[in-house]
């Protein structure tokens, strides 16, 4: 029980910094800014994918829990959004770093996921352009029923807070859930399942939780999960990104649409690479 109370708070205070200055611009765009910047930000939405797969990348979830928040606000593109999460490592990286993956494995694997973000989201917003549908700043205390007139530090910090109790109350409860199952058991359900064993790992890829990520990597160094398995996780996987998106997005429906994007795109991806024999 330690233990589990531990690993939530760390996953949980971990986040702090991610959340209060991606609230903190948020407040800033929604209450200084005006419509010069909400004009920019459109015209930069572009480019969107692209950096959000690169920002993605960098070991820790903070990026994909600011993209939850700023796509809820109507400041970044789906696409971006989707960018970020596909990319996002969460633990991902340290595990092969400190199992001397070797930096050939480690730099195509990050390759993979960029290159799929990238397409993905550019593809993403392609649609949703067609489909007339735009960004519209200006949500964020409607969403969360703020003090907005106390300042944009007061306001940020209040959202801030709102947001991780959330977080850490959700991580506890699944890191008890995971304590009590084991890990192996979690592994075990997609061991020697060359189709299944791929959608089977998307979907333990969607759990918001580093455990997930932790898993599907080791279980790949290990030698008992294919590339194929390992790259659905890894895509689907978003950290706490998820868990923030559908906590601070009102619209279930679009959650549930993005949720299940997510899910097809890594299974695709996975089952691609077991097709084409890529190896890592």
Request: hydrophobic letters at 55%; a neutral charge.
């Amino acid at each position: 029980m330690i233990d589990v109370i531990a690993d939530s708070l760390i996953d949980s205070v971990r986040l702090l910094p991610f959340l209060f200055l991606t609230y903190l611009v948020m407040e800033y765009l929604e209450h200084k800014a005006g419509g010069k910047m909400q004009a920019a930000i459109r015209g930069a939405g572009k480019g969107g994918p692209l950096i959000g797969a690169v920002l993605g990348i960098f070991p820790q979830c903070g990026f994909s829990a600011a993209a939850a928040n700023l796509y809820a606000g109507g400041v970044i593109t789906t696409g971006t959004l989707m960018a970020v999460f596909l990319s996002t490592s969460d633990e991902m990286l340290p595990i092969m770093i400190s199992e001397n993956a070797g930096v050939r494995l480690i730099v195509r694997v990050l390759a993979v996921k960029v290159i799929v973000a990238v397409a993905a989201g550019l593809a993403i917003d392609r649609v949703f352009r067609r489909s007339g549908k735009e960004l519209q700043i200006g949500h964020l205390c409607e969403q969360h029923h703020c003090h907005c007139e106390n300042g944009i530090w007061r306001s940020a910090l209040h959202h801030t807070a709102e947001i991780f109790a959330y977080i850490l109350a959700i991580s506890f409860a699944l890191n008890l859930l995971i304590a009590g199952v084991g890990e192996n058991a979690l592994g075990g359900l997609i061991l020697d399942r060359p189709v299944a064993g791929t959608l089977l790992a998307g979907l333990v890829g969607l759990i918001p939780n580093c455990a997930a990520s932790v898993v599907i990597t080791q279980l790949y160094l290990d030698g008992v999960l294919g590339a194929g398995a390992m790259i659905a996780g890894l895509l689907s996987g978003t950290g706490v990104g998820l868990l923030v998106l559908l906590r601070v997005n009102d619209d279930r429906r679009e959650n549930l649409r993005l949720t299940s994007l997510l899910y097809l795109i890594g299974v695709a991806a996975g089952i691609a690479v077991e097709i084409l024999g890529v190896t890592f």
